[in-house]
Protein backbone atom coordinates (compact mmCIF):
# COMPACT_ATOMS: atom_id res chain seq x y z
CA UNK A 1 0.00 0.00 0.00
CA UNK A 2 0.79 3.54 -0.50
CA UNK A 3 1.62 6.34 1.54
CA UNK A 4 -0.55 9.10 -0.56
CA UNK A 5 1.66 11.73 1.52
CA UNK A 6 4.43 10.05 0.41
CA UNK A 7 3.88 10.08 -2.91
CA UNK A 8 2.85 13.42 -3.08
CA UNK A 9 6.67 13.70 -1.64
CA UNK A 10 7.76 11.77 -4.80
CA UNK A 11 6.07 13.68 -7.58
CA UNK A 12 7.55 16.85 -6.34
CA UNK A 13 10.88 14.93 -5.97
CA UNK A 14 10.26 14.21 -10.25
CA UNK A 15 9.30 17.34 -10.95
CA UNK A 16 11.76 19.29 -9.58
CA UNK A 17 14.33 16.74 -11.10
CA UNK A 18 12.83 17.44 -14.07
CA UNK A 19 12.90 21.36 -13.99
CA UNK A 20 16.81 21.34 -13.17
CA UNK A 21 17.96 19.22 -16.28
CA UNK A 22 15.61 21.26 -18.30
CA UNK A 23 17.15 24.61 -16.82
CA UNK A 24 20.69 23.06 -17.22
CA UNK A 25 19.80 22.56 -20.97
CA UNK A 26 19.00 25.48 -21.50
CA UNK A 27 21.36 26.92 -19.86
CA UNK A 28 23.68 25.50 -22.53
CA UNK A 29 22.07 26.20 -24.98
CA UNK A 30 22.50 29.91 -23.89
CA UNK A 31 26.37 29.48 -23.40
CA UNK A 32 26.63 27.72 -26.68
CA UNK A 33 24.77 30.63 -28.87
CA UNK A 34 27.05 33.34 -26.84
CA UNK A 35 30.60 31.40 -27.25
CA UNK A 36 29.32 31.25 -31.10
CA UNK A 37 28.55 34.74 -31.84
CA UNK A 38 32.08 35.85 -29.48
CA UNK A 39 34.28 36.92 -32.80
CA UNK A 40 37.83 35.19 -32.00
CA UNK A 41 40.50 38.06 -31.86
CA UNK A 42 43.66 36.82 -33.86
CA UNK A 43 45.93 39.47 -33.10
CA UNK A 44 46.53 43.04 -31.63
CA UNK A 45 48.28 45.72 -33.65
CA UNK A 46 48.96 49.28 -32.88
CA UNK A 47 46.25 51.98 -33.69
CA UNK A 48 48.35 54.75 -35.67
CA UNK A 49 47.64 57.46 -38.53
CA UNK A 50 46.45 54.36 -40.96
CA UNK A 51 43.14 54.28 -38.95
CA UNK A 52 40.06 56.18 -39.71
CA UNK A 53 37.71 57.31 -37.16
CA UNK A 54 33.75 56.81 -36.81
CA UNK A 55 32.05 58.06 -34.49
CA UNK A 56 28.61 57.18 -33.00
CA UNK A 57 26.47 59.80 -31.47
CA UNK A 58 23.28 60.73 -29.16
CA UNK A 59 22.20 63.95 -28.62
CA UNK A 60 20.56 65.46 -25.96
CA UNK A 61 20.66 65.12 -22.11
CA UNK A 62 22.63 62.53 -22.79
CA UNK A 63 25.04 63.54 -25.69
CA UNK A 64 28.18 61.59 -26.66
CA UNK A 65 28.77 58.03 -27.45
CA UNK A 66 31.24 56.43 -29.04
CA UNK A 67 34.59 56.55 -30.63
CA UNK A 68 36.47 54.53 -32.66
CA UNK A 69 39.01 53.77 -35.08
CA UNK A 70 39.61 50.72 -37.36
CA UNK A 71 41.08 49.59 -40.40
CA UNK A 72 40.80 47.04 -42.52
CA UNK A 73 44.47 44.84 -42.92
CA UNK A 74 46.04 41.40 -45.07
CA UNK A 75 46.84 38.74 -43.53
CA UNK A 76 48.35 35.34 -45.92
CA UNK A 77 45.57 37.19 -48.70
CA UNK A 78 43.15 37.39 -45.99
CA UNK A 79 41.02 40.27 -44.17
CA UNK A 80 41.07 41.09 -40.92
CA UNK A 81 39.77 43.93 -39.47
CA UNK A 82 41.10 45.80 -36.42
CA UNK A 83 39.64 48.17 -33.81
CA UNK A 84 39.95 49.86 -30.58
CA UNK A 85 37.09 52.63 -28.95
CA UNK A 86 35.82 54.42 -26.52
CA UNK A 87 33.03 55.44 -24.65
CA UNK A 88 32.11 59.21 -24.24
CA UNK A 89 29.32 58.39 -22.32
CA UNK A 90 29.19 55.61 -20.40
CA UNK A 91 25.60 55.91 -19.08
CA UNK A 92 24.98 54.73 -23.27
CA UNK A 93 26.71 51.95 -23.07
CA UNK A 94 24.27 49.76 -23.29
CA UNK A 95 22.54 51.65 -26.45
CA UNK A 96 26.20 51.69 -27.99
CA UNK A 97 26.67 48.40 -27.26
CA UNK A 98 23.55 47.21 -29.26
CA UNK A 99 24.51 49.32 -32.26
CA UNK A 100 28.22 47.70 -32.46
CA UNK A 101 26.69 44.51 -32.11
CA UNK A 102 24.55 45.36 -35.12
CA UNK A 103 27.00 46.76 -36.68
CA UNK A 104 29.18 45.79 -39.89
CA UNK A 105 31.71 46.17 -42.86
CA UNK A 106 31.44 45.81 -46.20
CA UNK A 107 34.34 45.91 -49.14
CA UNK A 108 32.93 46.64 -52.38
CA UNK A 109 29.12 46.90 -51.31
CA UNK A 110 29.31 43.31 -49.46
CA UNK A 111 29.33 42.88 -46.48
CA UNK A 112 32.33 41.01 -45.14
CA UNK A 113 32.00 41.25 -41.09
CA UNK A 114 29.13 42.08 -39.13
CA UNK A 115 28.94 42.79 -35.24
CA UNK A 116 31.67 44.98 -33.91
CA UNK A 117 31.92 44.12 -30.19
CA UNK A 118 35.42 42.58 -30.54
CA UNK A 119 36.71 46.20 -30.78
CA UNK A 120 39.60 46.76 -27.94
CA UNK A 121 38.52 49.55 -25.20
CA UNK A 122 40.58 52.17 -24.62
CA UNK A 123 40.00 53.92 -21.36
CA UNK A 124 39.26 57.81 -22.67
CA UNK A 125 38.29 58.84 -26.86
CA UNK A 126 42.10 60.55 -26.06
CA UNK A 127 44.01 57.29 -25.60
CA UNK A 128 42.64 55.57 -28.18
CA UNK A 129 45.65 56.14 -30.24
CA UNK A 130 48.05 54.87 -27.33
CA UNK A 131 45.78 51.38 -27.95
CA UNK A 132 46.42 48.23 -29.32
CA UNK A 133 43.14 47.14 -31.77
CA UNK A 134 41.44 43.84 -31.21
CA UNK A 135 41.78 42.25 -35.04
CA UNK A 136 38.99 39.39 -36.30
CA UNK A 137 39.45 37.62 -39.20
CA UNK A 138 36.48 37.96 -42.07
CA UNK A 139 37.57 34.96 -43.66
CA UNK A 140 37.65 36.93 -46.64
CA UNK A 141 40.48 36.91 -49.94
CA UNK A 142 41.09 39.85 -50.62
CA UNK A 143 40.60 41.03 -54.55
CA UNK A 144 42.51 42.34 -57.12
CA UNK A 145 41.10 45.88 -56.79
CA UNK A 146 39.17 46.92 -53.64
CA UNK A 147 36.67 49.91 -54.54
CA UNK A 148 36.72 50.80 -50.77
CA UNK A 149 35.36 49.69 -47.49
CA UNK A 150 32.98 51.21 -45.05
CA UNK A 151 31.70 50.52 -41.38
CA UNK A 152 28.50 51.13 -40.18
CA UNK A 153 26.81 51.08 -36.76
CA UNK A 154 23.45 49.10 -35.99
CA UNK A 155 20.36 50.37 -35.25
CA UNK A 156 19.92 51.45 -31.10
CA UNK A 157 17.80 53.70 -29.04
CA UNK A 158 18.42 55.18 -25.77
CA UNK A 159 15.54 56.14 -23.74
CA UNK A 160 15.45 58.01 -20.30
Not at 61 to 76: E, K, L, N, S
Not at 134 to 140: L, R
Request: hydrophobic letters at 40%; one cysteine or more.
Amino acid sequence: MVDPGNSKRTEYIEMKKLFCLTAAAMLAVVATDVHAATKKVTRTVQVDEEFPSANLRWTGAHAGGYDMMWRPIMVDGKIEICAAGAYTNIQLRQAVRKSLKGGTVSMNDKVILKDLTFSASARTANRIRSTKANCVATGVTAPKKIDGFMLEFGPSVFRN
